[in-house]
């Protein structure tokens, strides 16, 4: 049994002699009717996460759950039914594959491809600290396909980070927690999506509340790439307001003065995907993908 | 030794400078600018502090290693020389094989020559002076007249003053005016934060061949911020002596618990913090920047 299994097992509170479930365990029980093997593993303030076994194919699968408390929210549940519609429609190697959002006793989720073998990039990172050239740019290209996927379906990610990166053994990389689509109507949603994102992979424009546009995530990925060769962000501190003002002040170092080994070239793309203007950021993901290629070269020559 | 039951392939925490386990933090990497700058641009004197145990003579060893041949750097770090001491010894590098019973004016004129025949050249030529807070008055007099070795718009030589905060303070001294006035760039090395501790000591388990960098749990990571206040050498020092209590009680973590042992046997925290259980800690540590 996982941690947090245990934990909410033991959160059930008692009222007099009856026993009132927590959510998560009510959503176990509603939940289980369908999988088999559930097991909470993670919980925050907008969505509980299951691994189960079952649908179709009778595979292990993740389940993400609305907050059945923020369920009667009609903004929330719309934002969770945009963005598991988003998501739903992208059909990419480096894209989690998400079904449509659905509805039953009142619980709202989405199922999501899942391969136990893979491990978060936080978790990684956080063991290993920095990864070796090749390996980070590896996972940023393969990150950064996933995005041009997404981008010309129309799909922004606007919360991309390490917590949402999966790597299996062999390096291969899938991107969850997509998206919502780009449509400026959707600006409210765009906001709440990256004032759920950690201020170190936010955009000057995410953090400001101003547009964000397929640029926003070049960013996040920047700063993701930065970590993963330097085992810093560009700008560390648990205070976010204190990350946005160094963000519009400063320029991060760049990562080569950090890590010398790292080839300068990198670094310049880097240093790019950072700028504090999205205009003079890449124009695409897949302008990125040409100048990190370009870049490694210096590594090989 | 720790070092196979944490995975290690050398002492992570050895004090001996070792330039692969350069942590460059900020301040560090503006102190490298600067003297980069400073020296490039033939800028005059330069004075970079910081506290005991920052770093400060690893980074300007760093500093140097930056520069080619055509930059001949003197390195001085013995505050406690004579004046003649002092110009035995810089003569010494600079390689001037003067004869025994030479004069301080044919010595001067000897250098004067020189640094010309090196500017001329393109070669610039610096003079490091570490540990310059602890320098008597008339040394640092010494120091600004070799200042006047100069063409109409360039110094021919570079001086960079390394101290302790107290520098500052020295170089207030109404017989230093002179002195003060002619630098030209300032700049400090910085405790480190918070953050930064954490990312240090992963670094160097990292820069000592570990698989996991995140030996040490938060709680420990954050008593040694309070502890050491962010001072390198005393985080190096805390660092060692928890991986060896952690190996002695089979501890696969270093945890709060085994640095507060550590910080105990090695008697750094101040006797009435220790009753209260309270360590007195900067604002540094506690707003989190």
């Known amino acids: 049994m996982s941690n947090l299994t245990s934990q909410f097992k033991k959160r059930g509170t008692t009222t007099g002699h009856a026993v009132v479930p927590t959510a998560a365990e009510q959503a176990q029980a509603v939940l289980s009717k369908w999988f088999k093997a559930l097991q909470l593993t993670q919980m925050d303030a907008r969505a509980l996460r299951f691994t189960a076994q079952g649908g179709s194919a009778d595979v292990r699968v993740q389940l993400e759950v609305l907050q059945p408390s923020l369920a009667a929210d009609a903004r929330q549940r719309e934002l969770f039914y945009l963005e598991a519609f988003a998501a739903a429609k992208l059909t990419h190697f480096n894209i989690a594959r998400t079904s449509k959002p659905q509805e039953t006793e009142g619980l709202h989720f989405c199922v999501i491809e899942y391969k136990p073998e893979m491990c978060r990039l936080r978790d990684r990172l956080s063991r290993n600290g920095w990864l070796e050239v090749d390996a980070a740019c590896d996972i940023a290209d393969q990150v950064a396909s996933a995005l041009d996927c997404a981008h010309a379906a129309g799909v922004l990610h606007l919360q991309l980070s390490p917590d949402c990166i999966w790597v299996e053994p062999n390096g291969w990389t899938t991107v969850a927690g997509f998206g919502i689509e780009r449509a400026p109507q959707l600006a409210w949603a765009h906001r709440e999506r990256a004032r759920r994102l950690a201020a170190a992979y936010a955009s000057v424009e995410q953090a400001s509340g101003a547009a964000c546009d397929e640029r926003s995530d070049l960013y996040s990925l920047g700063a993701m790439l930065y970590e993963m060769l330097t085992d810093r962000v560009p700008f560390d501190s648990d205070d976010a307001e204190y990350v946005r003002e160094r963000q519009l002040q400063f320029t991060p170092a760049p990562p080569h003065l950090i890590s010398p080994e790292l080839p300068e070239a990198i670094s310049v793309v880097i240093m790019k995907l950072l700028e504090k203007e999205k205009e003079n950021r890449f124009a695409s993901a897949a302008e990125f993908q040409v100048a990190l290629d370009e870049a490694r070269q210096t590594l090989k020559g | ?289």
């Open chain 2, 1 to 289: 030794m720790y070092l196979e039951f944490y995975g290690l392939k050398e002492c992570p925490f050895s004090l001996t400078p070792d330039p692969r386990y350069i942590f460059k933090t900020e301040s560090h990497l503006e102190v490298l600018a600067t003297v980069k700058y400073g020296v490039d641009q033939n800028k005059g004197l330069i004075v970079v502090s910081g506290e005991v145990g920052c770093g400060k003579t690893t980074i300007l060893r760093a500093a140097l290693s930056t520069f080619g041949d055509e930059v001949l750097a003197i390195y001085i770090f013995n505050p406690f020389l004579t004046a003649a001491e002092f110009f035995e010894q810089l003569t010494g590098e600079m390689d001037l094989r003067l004869p025994r019973t030479v004069t301080k004016p044919e010595m001067l004129s000897a250098m004067g020559r020189m640094l010309a025949e090196r500017h001329a050249a393109g070669l610039r030529t610096v003079l490091i002076v570490d540990e310059a807070h602890g320098l008597p008055t008339a040394l640092l007099e010494e120091i600004r007249l070799l200042m006047n070795f100069e063409t109409n718009s360039e110094k021919l030589l570079q001086v960079v003053l390394c101290g302790q905060p107290e520098l500052a303070e020295t170089l207030n001294r109404p017989q230093l005016r002179q002195l003060k006035q002619r630098i030209s760039l300032r700049c400090g090395i910085k405790p480190l934060s918070i953050f930064e501790i954490s990312k240090y000591i992963r670094f160097r388990l990292k820069q000592a061949g570990a698989t996991n960098v995140g030996l040490f749990d938060n709680a420990a990571v954050k008593l040694i911020g309070q502890v050491s206040q962010g001072i390198p050498r005393i985080i190096n020092n805390i660092c060692d002596n928890a991986l060896l209590y952690g190996y002695a009680a089979t501890s696969e973590v270093i945890t709060r618990e085994i640095v507060e042992e550590v910080v105990r046997a090695l008697d750094l925290v101040p006797p009435s913090a220790s009753e209260n259980n309270v360590v007195d800690f900067g604002n540094e540590f506690s707003s989190g920047r």
